[in-house]
Structures are given as structure tokens and as C-alpha cells.
């Protein structure tokens, strides 16, 4: 059965092929469009995973979409609504303001610069009117639970009217293509478990949802047996850890749909003691296995504290309790269902320090994360659970599902510019040596990688010695982030370069967990070690890339560290390159010194150092 997956149309749109639960061809829209998490119907990728497979579009049998129709989302958030509105009425959490001032008086002084920040207790002055509006719509007793209701109604307006755009630009997309009769839909947390279970390899696994919203719910709870799912708990929007990071991030002055990951960064720098007593006070956690948080989408308390307390310490706070709060919810579920493998999927799972602590439960023999972990990947996760045929398979190999171009497309990319390149003869070697030199390289080569991560074949690589890079290359990719470059590892030297990596080394193939770096590590690769002391890695096997990992071991060969760092190869704000063409244009953007694509070598003629 021929099934094609689609996204959400709301941001970063997908299309995925699967065939009988196999995934053939998936890739998000933003990489044909070249516009980052490109809305609406995905129609690039679509022509482009029909094309891939050769399938004109009537072959298709379903069309899988993770989000009932406008209605029954409709219908679906008025109900949580009137459950929060209950809530809302009978918690009592306790004055904010003693609170505040004993979290006022546990600040630490801070002398060590942060790159990014003006100083190292740099708080979100927004001047006293604003300030003032903050504390009374953020915490007053009265005030807030004013405020605290008009975001909500607002968000649910603004979600109904969103659902039903999107059915609209769905069904007009599907018209065209003469797929409208086959479309079916889903509640929207069943395609983050179908995604992460059916890819995972496990015959038994607690499956863990989080995200923002989808039908209702924030998180879900599963067991997956023998190829089966049952849902356990539904995690009750807006009582969610998507929402509830949010609320940091556009705080900070970031985009929350986007830069989360800031955040993650930026809070291995603060103290979460000073103000994670403030948050929970906030958490009803009484019935166990769930969760409610008082005021989730009352974004203004969030603002008064990023206003008064330094931004690491705020920061530093949700992390550690969007850590506590998902650990506890895991922990009960694993004690309920003895389940001793967990899979996890849902934007929230993005956070790679809580997919760190969920891995470090005591009693977690297996972890997997879903590499597409956003609503990207519920697409593909809803049209696996539809094509489906029964059983346990063995788990995911790779994400390199997206489009591929041979060698003559890749001269014609680079003709075309009046590039000079060599095509050595030993190439793995060759750029180990230029990587060992200093030289900055973009490679790129096979097929493009699913999901957020550039996995090697569209990555930017460098050596790790070198701990600055993180300021230079950063400001010369256009980039402010906290958290250091990621690593490639090899993947026979990961317990050399990482503690407690069983259990959770396939989950780290896609980047999806940080672990604890061993002294080998903070030695050999500073770079990628954050102040923390962990690092995200990619571990790299040779039969998944070749190329990639020859590079690696012959860089070994010249330096003794197993480690590269990785990096997404885009320009500024842009997508991560798809085509020759994109891959010559960023590069010649003037921010890379070489570009190594399929066979061809080429430095660039401005080279910036
Ligand atoms: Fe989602």
C-alpha cells in the first residue's frame, strides 16, 4: 500500500512515501522552497517524492494527516479549555511575591563572560511601565487570572481559525493532485507514538509524547507491543511542556517555535535553584502519572521574570523543570507498565538534556528518540501506522530519505559558477588532512537528511581542537547560539569520548541526546563540550555513511581524536541546503573555506582566513 504522509500545514510542512510501513522519501518543504519551515501544502516535496519513486500521484492509496478536520479539532480544544477553566478555579498556588524575594536573594554573582550576552547576569530590562504591567498581569492574584483568560480564549480563537484554513488549503491541494477522496485523518498524538515506536526496533516500549497541542492533548502516553499501540494517558492541553518552553524562549527574545534549543544552551550557564521553587509552585502534581500547570499560556509571568532575574537563571529554571515534570511522568509510567525500553517523539523531545535525564531513569535499559520529532515527522509516523502491516521490524538504519544528484549535476553546479576544483584520488584522506589543517569543509553528497539535523551530507565540518570556534564560526555562519557545535563521533570510539552511552547509542546516530563527556573528550574535542560538560553527538557506523565516516577515521589517523564537529551546511536563516546549486551558492556565500561535493574538491577563492 502506497501511502503518502503530510504534515501539518501550519509550519515546517512535510511529505513522506511509505510503502507498507517503510519509509521510501521524506523531506520538508522549506528545502525546495528554500523558505525555513515553509507553511502550507507541501507541493515541492511532494513532486519530489513521487518523482523519486516514479509513482504518478493516483498511485498513491492514502493520504495519512495528523489532525482530525477543523470541527473535531474544534471540538477538541473547547474541551480542554472548560477542563483548565476547572482547574484554574480550584488550584490555589501559594503568594508569589515572598517567593520571588527569596529567589531575588539566591542570585549568584557572576564574573566569566557569556558569549551572546552583554554580561553574564544580563536580565530583559523592558523599562518600569512595562515591567509594572508584567507583575500585575504575570503574578497578582486577580490581575493575572484576567490575563491568564484572555490568552486563552485567544489561543483557542486563533487555533479554531487556523484548523480551518488549514482544511481548506488541504482539500484544495488534494483536489488538485485528485487525491481528495483518499485522505484520512488522525488525532494527532497517535502520529508521534506511530513514528517513534514503529521506527524504534523494540518489541516492547513505553511510548512518550510531548509537544505543544494536537487534538486536545500536549503528551501522550503508550505501550507498543508486538507492533501494537494502546494509549494509556492523554497529558491534557494546555497543561503542556511545549507551551510551558515556550514561554522561555519568547521571554528570552527568541522565537519559540524555532529556537528552543537557545535556551537549552543558555540554561547549562545559570542556576536552576533560584527560581525552580517559583515555577513548581505552579505545578499541581498530585494525581500521579500527570501533570497540570497553573497559568501555562500566561506568557507575562515568564516576562517578569526574565525582567528581574538574569536570563541563565531563568532559562536555567525551566529547563530543570521541564526535566522534572517529563522524568516524573516517564518514571510513573515505566512503574505502571514495567516497561523498561522508551521511545520518545513530539517537539518537546527536541530538548536533547531531557532526553539525557529520561535516558538516565533508573530502569531505562533502551531509549529512542524520533529523529523527526516535530510535527515534521507526524506526517510519516501517521501513513507507518496506515500502511502497517503487523509485527515488529527491525529498527530505522538511517534518515537519509531526502533527494539525491549525481556527479554530473554536481559539475554542472559548480561549472556553472567558473569554480576550479580537483577531484583527488584519495578523498577521504585528502580532506582529513584539510580538516586537520584548519580548513573549514561543507560536504555534501548522497541523499538529504530528514529531520532537523544535517547528518553528514549536508554538513559543515571543522576540527574540534579549537574551543573559539564557537565565536568565529558562529558570527561568520550568522548564527548566536549558547550551545557548543555538535560532534560527529565514530562510532566504535563512543564510550571512549562519552559516559553511559548504552542503551542510548542508536538514539545518538540522529543527534537526539547529550551525554556526559569523558576527560578523553574535554581533552581532544573541547569545542563540542559545553560548560556543562556534555555534548550531543552524532556516532557514525560505516556501513550508514562511508564517506562520511572515512573521513573521520583518516582524521583520526592525523590528529587521535575520533571527533569532527558537524554542523548544518546553510546559510544565514536559510534552510539547510538541498540541491548542487543551493550547496555552490551558500558556499560561495563566502562563510566556508572548501566545499568537497560527491568526487570534486573546491576552495574557495575568497577564503575568509
Ligand atoms: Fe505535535
Known sequence: MNVLGLSPLDKDSHASLVVDGRVLFASGEERYSRVKQQSGFPIKAIDAALSFARLAPEAIDVVAYPFLDAAGERAAIESAFAADAAFEDAFE????????????????????????????????????????????????????????????????????????????????????????????????????????YYSSGFERALIVTLDGYGTGLAGSVSIGEGGRIERLHGQRFPHSLGSFYEMVTSSLGFKPDRHAGKIVGLAAYGDPRVLAEVLLSRVDRSRSGEFAIYQNLNVHLSRRLAAEFPVVDVAAAYQHVLEVLACDYVREWMRRTGAKHVVLSGGVTANVKM?????????????????NMGDGGCGTGLAMHLSWPGGVRETVHDVYLGPSYDEAQMKSALDEAGLRFERPEQLASFVARKLHEGVVVARFDGRMEYGPRALGNRSILYHGREPKVNQWL?????RTEFMPFAPVTLWEAASKCYHRVAGAAHAAEFMTVTFDCTDFMKSTCPAAVHVDGTARPQLIRREVNPGYYDILREHEKLSGSPSLINTSFN????????????????FLDGRIDALVMGPFYVENPERAR
Do not use: C
Open 474 to 478: 558562529n558570527q561568520r555562519l550568522g
Open 571 to 586: 546559510m544565514h536563516e536559510e534552510p539547510i541546503v538541498a540541491s548542487p546549486r543551493d550547496a555552490v551558492r551558500a
Open 355 to 371: 532526553n539525557q535525564r529520561i535516558h538516565e531513569i533508573e530502569g531505562v535499559e533502551g531509549l529512542f528518540v524520533y529523529p
Open 93 to 196: 498556588p501559594p503568594s508569589l511575591e515572598p517567593l520571588l524575594a527569596q529567589a531575588l536573594a539566591r542570585v549568584p554573582a557572576r564574573g566569566e563572560p557569556i558569549h551572546g550576552l552583554t554580561e553574564p547576569n544580563f536580565r530583559m530590562r523592558k523599562g518600569a511601565a512595562k515591567e509594572h504591567f508584567y507583575r500585575l498581569a504575570g503574578t497578582h492574584p486577580r490581575a493575572s487570572r484576567f490575563a491568564a483568560r484572555r490568552i486563552a480564549r485567544d489561543w483557542a480563537q486563533r487555533a479554531i481559525a487556523d484548523h480551518e484554513n488549514w482544511q481548506r488549503e488541504l482539500e484544495a491541494g488534494l483536489e488538485r493532485l485528485g487525491l481528495a477522496g483518499k485522505l484520512r485523518r488522525s488525532e494527532h498524538h497517535l502520529s508521534h507514538a506511530a513514528n517513534a
